[in-house]
């Protein structure tokens, strides 16, 4: 069985401030994504991330793929209380047909 | 709107109770994924659909949840005999591709509550 664990679990920080969220596996991952799901909402996808030591930034998010893809970041600069929300990643099983989610990080921005 | 929509968005069951979860997908996706997601806890799989057949139901937790989607559209998530432990929110996605774990679409939830 793949996992994933999410670090931390719980973040609470000042408008402004910059925060880094970890996803670690022992298992290789083909692929990882990060989603973001707010209270009463479904998760909604922010980024795929495909190649062992990649990088991509949305706006203010930056996400990085472990060089061996087992692992992965999300890292915010300036946070907003906008980007509070449970911050979830999630990976594809070997057979590619379901999904494993980490059990997320809760993040509160504070303006 | 083009969105997965799941209904009802809360339920209130007694223990024993049986209940009936739709999930309405993205018209034209082929995969179709039910989750279960605790409070505080990242969504766990349940069941997969491409187009009306179960692929995968593996992590469906017990013989009383039962799964459905005939048409290949619509799909229907059954709890039979419903007891306190099954308290959670479901969780429905859908995918285009038939390959069905890139780019998932979810749903609001339907939040059971089994008093």
């Known amino acids: 069985t793949q996992l994933l664990e999410q670090s931390p679990q719980f973040l609470s920080i000042q408008e402004g401030e910059n925060l880094t969220v970890y996803c670690n596996s022992s298992s290789v991952f083909s692929s990882l994504q990060w989603y973001r799901q707010e209270p009463g909402e479904g998760p909604v996808l922010l980024v795929t991330?495909?190649?062992?030591?990649e990088v991509k930034k949305l706006k203010r998010l930056t996400f990085q793929f472990g060089d061996a893809r087992k692992d992965s970041s999300l890292h915010i600069t300036a946070a907003q209380p906008g980007d509070t929300g449970l911050y979830l990643c999630a990976g594809p099983n070997n057979a590619g047909n379901m999904l494993t989610f980490g059990g997320g990080t809760r993040l509160m921005v504070k303006p | 709107g083009a969105g997965v929509s799941q209904s009802p968005r809360y339920k209130v069951a007694k223990r024993g109770q049986d209940v009936a979860l739709r999930c309405d997908p993205i018209?034209?996706?082929?995969?179709l994924f039910w989750y279960q997601q605790a409070l505080g806890q990242g969504p766990e799989f349940l069941t997969y659909?491409?187009?009306?057949?179960?692929?995968?139901k593996s992590g469906l937790p017990s013989d009383r949840f039962f799964a459905e989607r005939p048409e290949g559209s619509v799909s229907t998530l059954k709890i039979q005999r419903t007891q306190q432990e099954d308290s959670a929110v479901y969780l429905c996605?859908?995918?285009?591709?038939?390959?069905?774990?890139?780019?998932?679409?979810f749903g609001p939830g339907t939040r059971l509550t089994v008093t």
């Open positions: 991330v495909v190649t062992g030591g």
């Open positions: 996605a859908s995918s285009l591709l038939g390959t069905g774990a890139y780019e998932q679409y």
């Open positions: 659909f491409q187009n009306e057949a179960q692929l995968d």
């Open positions: 018209s034209g996706h082929v995969s």
